[in-house]
């Protein structure tokens, strides 16, 4: 693969370097996005996170609907949970898994459309 290729000019453009400057995120912001982005980085909670997408679970469900075992589901939903990706209900003894919120289920399926393009 080609390195991009290098800005020749010797000076700069005040005014777009003003305005990124002005809209530049704050640092704290950008932590969490990355701390965000990190959890989603793990293919396991990515597997979480598709399957909630398509049905609420529980630690059972998951784990047989993705060969795993109980332990290591809810270990990955801690995580997941933390970040605000997944939420739960409780139905007696149950807990049932879902998606957070809309904005999780478009990061998942707007990736997954990136990826297959």
Known sequence: MKNPPLCQCDHNHPDKVLHTK???LDDNLIYDLSDFYKVLGDSTRIKILWA??????????????LGMTKSAIS???KSLKEANLV???KDGKNAF???ADEHV????ETGLEHIRE
């Not at 909630?52 to 609907?65: F, G, H, P, R, S």
């Not at 289920?105 to 998942?108: H, L, R």
């Open 22 to 24: 002005q809209e530049m």
């Open 52 to 65: 909630l997408d398509l049905n609420e679970l529980c630690v059972c469900d998951l784990a047989a609907a």
């Open 75 to 77: 270990h990955q939903l």
């Open 87 to 89: 939420k739960y209900r």
């Open 97 to 99: 898994y879902s998606i």
């Open 105 to 108: 289920k478009q990061i998942i």
